[in-house]
């Protein structure tokens, strides 16, 4: 799919991506193509299917395919598989956040918890997208920052926001106290802000974070009743 590149500024704490929208006529080919790769000949396995709900709509998908690892949406056998393998990284079952302690670094995890805090102070949403215009031409906006994910057992979990995606069209926004699913590859990275962090031998704070890979993005999706639009509401941070 010969989607121009969009514009990236990597910021102290997350990204800035501005791109253009999605070709309208690109929808239906869109479709016929996850359809085909949750199909197949043998059927659609359960990880596939939850991949696919996690797209949940021609404005999802669209919006992730720029992040897809190159091939991902041509018509041969090998692209196909590149997109199987993209829905089942997608359909990564819940893990508890106790078990990321114990996993390799890289390995992926889908977490659930509220955003608790971001990493640093912010004035304005979390996480959004918006759209703006150049030129009589309509872009999708996107912005992210780091923040810190409080699960059900009280533990926290760094969310590292570049290379990330957040599901959902302009107007999407990300405040303290929503509750997400955060799906990605789990790391160990230095951060003084973590609390009650396992220290290592100099006294340094290890956080547990969550991050996209080198070929895949970090998906984060909102669920329950509180999504917040961007606008709607803005919470200071401390």
Same mark, same amino acid.
């Given at each position: 799919?010969?989607?121009?590149?969009?514009?990236?500024?990597?910021?102290?704490?997350?990204?800035?991506?501005?791109?253009?929208?999605?070709?309208?006529?690109?929808?239906?080919?869109?479709?016929?193509?996850?359809?085909?790769?949750?199909? @197949?000949?043998?059927?659609?396995?359960?990880?596939?299917?939850?991949?696919?709900a996690?797209?949940?709509?021609?404005?999802n998908?669209?919006?992730?395919?720029? $992040?897809?690892?190159?091939g991902?949406?041509?018509r041969?056998a090998?692209?196909?598989?590149?997109?199987?393998?993209?829905l089942?990284?997608?359909?990564?079952?819940?893990?508890?956040?106790?078990? $990321?302690?114990?996993?390799?670094?890289?390995?992926?995890?889908?977490?659930?918890?509220t955003v608790?805090?971001?990493r640093?102070?912010?004035t304005?949403?979390?996480?959004f997208?918006?759209?703006?215009?150049?030129? /009589?031409?309509?872009?999708l906006?996107?912005?992210?920052?780091?923040?810190?994910?409080?699960?059900?057992?009280?533990?926290?979990?760094?969310?590292?926001?570049?290379?990330?995606w957040?599901?959902? @069209?302009?107007?999407?926004?990300?405040?303290?106290?929503?509750?997400?699913?955060?799906?990605g590859?789990?790391?160990?990275?230095?951060?003084? @802000?973590?609390?009650?962090?396992p220290? /290592?031998?100099?006294?340094?704070?290890i956080?547990?974070?969550?991050?996209?890979?080198?070929? $895949?993005?970090l998906?984060?999706?909102?669920?329950?009743?509180?999504?917040?639009?961007?606008?709607?509401?803005?919470?200071?941070?401390?």
């Amino acid at each position: 799919m010969p989607d121009p590149v969009p514009a990236l500024s990597l910021l102290a704490d997350g990204f800035r991506r501005v791109g253009p929208q999605p070709a309208p006529g690109d929808a239906g080919r869109l479709r016929a193509l996850l359809a085909a790769a949750a199909s @197949g000949r043998a059927g659609a396995s359960g990880t596939l299917q939850v991949g696919l709900a996690t797209l949940s709509s021609w404005e999802n998908a669209s919006g992730i395919a720029p $992040l897809l690892p190159a091939g991902a949406f041509g018509r041969s056998a090998g692209a196909r598989r590149i997109l199987r393998a993209t829905l089942r990284f997608l359909g990564t079952r819940p893990t508890p956040v106790e078990a $990321l302690a114990t996993v390799a670094r890289g390995t992926p995890a889908r977490v659930v918890g509220t955003v608790q805090r971001a990493r640093w102070k912010l004035t304005s949403h979390i996480w959004f997208k918006g759209e703006s215009s150049d030129h /009589n031409v309509r872009l999708l906006v996107e912005e992210g920052h780091d923040f810190f994910l409080l699960s059900a057992s009280g533990q926290e979990v760094l969310v590292l926001a570049s290379g990330g995606w957040l599901t959902g @069209g302009s107007g999407t926004a990300l405040d303290v106290g929503d509750r997400v699913e955060v799906l990605g590859f789990v790391d160990r990275v230095i951060d003084h @802000g973590s609390r009650s962090s396992p220290r /290592n031998p100099r006294g340094e704070p290890i956080a547990l974070a969550l991050r996209a890979g080198d070929e $895949l993005p970090l998906v984060v999706r909102k669920t329950g009743a509180d999504a917040t639009t961007a606008g709607t509401r803005s919470r200071p941070r401390s």
